[in-house]
Nanobody
């Protein structure tokens, strides 16, 4: 099982980035996909998730209206479009997969994790 995240980088406040996460080694369409982030000195926090076929999304209040999650099951890839970025969005971003049939936000419910991709937002 592998989750490969990419797309992080340095961006100015107000800018946009799109993260991608490509999965292999499991049946992608059977899994809820989520994004989490961890800023230096802070705990990992839920950013958002998308259901198995992308029909339902849930976001943290802090990113709702600015971030959008989508998935392409044909490409085994989930995306995180981040707009109107703020310095407080600076963090390592992780994609994760959960076998849960329901929307879940707790990190402990996600069994597969990718490596982080760093997003830095300058003021």
């Amino acid at each position: 099982v592998q989750l490969q995240a990419s797309g992080g980088g340095l961006v100015q406040a107000g800018g946009s980035l799109r993260l991608s996460c490509t999965a292999s080694g499991f049946t992608f369409s059977n899994y809820l996909m989520g994004w989490f982030r961890q800023a230096p000195g802070k705990e990992r926090e839920f950013v958002g998730c998308t259901s198995r076929f992308g029909s339902t999304n849930k976001y943290a209040d802090s990113v709702n209206g600015r971030f959008t999650i989508s998935r392409d099951n044909a490409k085994n890839t989930v995306y995180l479009q981040m707009n109107s970025l703020k310095p407080e969005d600076t963090a390592a971003y992780y994609c994760a997969a959960s076998s849960s049939g329901l929307i879940v936000t707790m990190a402990s419910r996600y069994g597969y994790w990718g490596q982080g991709t760093l997003v830095t937002v300058s003021s």
